[in-house]
Structures are given as structure tokens and as C-alpha cells.
């Protein structure tokens, strides 16, 4: 460090020395959520995916990959500090919130990265499955 | 606690009178929470049965919608349809509970007659939205 004030240093921090991040990802992932699931609930109810096929000559394109992917992203990110400030403020041992923290930590990144890894598998796999 | 006298204390809850802005607050928690766990599960159900394969896929819509095979509905169609017409209401009412807070934070709507007017309309309209969702689907189907 060694640049700037120290008021400079501190500002915006706030008492818990996050600052405001958590706030401003809130929304921003709010806003993210709100576009991308418009256009999943759009995409399922104008489209017939009863057959695996049908869904796997979606999900395999780009064009459905990419935003799936990203509203994956964009909803556990925000699911994940939602479900913090719940625990927050309704699990009032010590122990107990510690425990519900990690569990929700473990939840959130673990079904994110499931998500990706089952988004990534159906787009690169995908036409070679259904071309048969 | 040291000190037991006859300190005043915090107003809670119950003393103040319900209004829809209290409503519409602890609907956009529930809702969002609700999402979290069962929406996001659902979700990765989908996509865990996809990526496992055609066997796998269609298991899951057969539990959850219609199995391809029969023409009546199971249990857990009934079950399934239920959750996902209660996800639909819970995506609607906090996506508009969330626009409402957006607004809010801009630091519009806190004069007391626009405050209640933008949460009256909070809670009615995702009902509304459901319903006409709901509406299409079924009749595209029928």
C-alpha cells in the first residue's frame, strides 16, 4: 500500500471492512437475473423440450450455452448473498450460523460449478450425441 | 442484561399496523429464499438429467411433467406443476418486489401515498402474471 490518505484508504469500507460489495453485487446480479430469466422462461414455455433430444439440439448451440451459463452464474452469486443475510438474521448462535454459512458456501459454489459442468458437457458433447 | 429497569423499550412487529409495504418486504424475502433452495434444486435437476443422458432426461420429465408414455397424470406430475406454478408466482412477485427496491434505492417512492401504491400494485401483479402464464400454457396444450 502507501498510496494515499488514510482517509483514502478507508472510504467506503464501512465498520465491517467489506464495504459496499455486497450491496452492489446484490443488484447487479439482480439485474442480470431478471434478463436472463425472462428469456429462460420465454425459452421454455415457446419451446417443446419433452425429448432429450430437442433440449440437447438447444443447449448445445452458443446462442443458449452462453446465457445459461451465465445466469447459473449470476443466480447462485446471488442466491448465496440472499441466503446470507437470512442466515444472518435468524441464526442467532454462534455455532449454528458458522455452520450455516459454510454449508451455504458449499452449496452455492457446489451447485454453480454442477451447473457449468452440465452446461459445458451438453454444448461441447451435444451434436455428436444428437447427429446419431 | 445488567440492566432490567424500566428502560423504554424498541417497538417490534405486532405494534405497528399491517400495511402492504410490510407485505410486499416479507414476501420478497420468502419468495427469493424459497427460489434459492427449491428453484435452484429443481434447476439443477434439470440440467444434472439432461447432461446424464436420454434415459436420465426422460425420468425427469416423467416425474415432474408427463411421462411420454402415458396419458393421464401421475402424483408427481400433480406435485410437479404445483411447484412450478409456485416457482412462476415466486419468480414474478420477487422480480417485482426487486424492481420496486431498485427504484427505491434510486430514492424515489417514499412519500407515503406512492410507497403504498407501488406495493399494492407489488403484490396483485405477479398473481396476474402467473395467471396469464399459466393460461398459455395449458391452452397451448389443450
Redesign the interface.
Known amino acids: 500500500m502507501g498510496s494515499g490518505t488514510r482517509l483514502g484508504r478507508v472510504r467506503g469500507l464501512g465498520s465491517a471492512r467489506t464495504g459496499t460489495h455486497h450491496w452492489t453485487m446484490q ?1 447487479v446480479t ?2 442480470a437475473n ?1 434478463a436472463l ?1 425472462v428469456w429462460l ?1 420465454v425459452s421454455l ?1 415457446t419451446s417443446d423440450f ?4 430437442d ?2 439440439r438447444w ?1 448445445s448451440k452458443p446462442i443458449a450455452a452462453v446465457p445459461m451459463a451465465l445466469l ?1 452464474i449470476s ?2 452469486t446471488h ?1 448465496r448473498l ?2 446470507t443475510v ?1 442466515i444472518e438474521d435468524y441464526v442467532h448462535g454462534e455455532a449454528a450460523k458458522l455452520a450455516s454459512l459454510v454449508a451455504l458456501t458449499f452449496y452455492s459454489w457446489g ?1 454453480l460449478i ?2 457449468l ?3 459445458a ?2 454444448a461441447f458433447a451435444g451434436v455428436a450425441n444428437v447427429g446419431q | 442484561m445488567a440492566q432490567t429497569g424500566k428502560r423504554p423499550l424498541s417497538p417490534h412487529l405486532q405494534v405497528y399496523r399491517w400495511g402492504p409495504h410490510m407485505l410486499v418486504s416479507i414476501l420478497h424475502r420468502a419468495m427469493g429464499d424459497g427460489m434459492a433452495i427449491v428453484g435452484a434444486l429443481l434447476f439443477l435437476w434439470w440440467l444434472g438429467a439432461a447432461a446424464s443422458g436420454p434415459e436420465a432426461y426422460q425420468s425427469f420429465v416423467g416425474i415432474i411433467w408427463q411421462a411420454p408414455d402415458s396419458a393421464s397424470l401421475s402424483v408427481t406430475n400433480w406435485i410437479g406443476r404445483a411447484v412450478l406454478i409456485g416457482l412462476t408466482l415466486a419468480f414474478f412477485q420477487h422480480a417485482a418486489s426487486g424492481i420496486r427496491h431498485l427504484l427505491l434505492d434510486t430514492g424515489a417512492g417514499y412519500e407515503l401515498k406512492t410507497n403504498r401504491s407501488w406495493s399494492v400494485i407489488v403484490a396483485i401483479l405477479p398473481a396476474l402474471f402467473t395467471a396469464i402464464l399459466w393460461i398459455a400454457i395449458f391452452w397451448g396444450a389443450l
Not at chain 1, 419433452?50 to 433430444?53: I, N, Q
Open positions: 443488484r439482480a439485474i431478471l430469466m422462461i414455455v419433452s425429448t432429450h433430444a433440449l440437447v443447449l447459473a443466480v447462485f442466491l440472499g441466503l437470512l451447485g454442477f451447473a459442468f452440465c452446461i458437457k451438453i
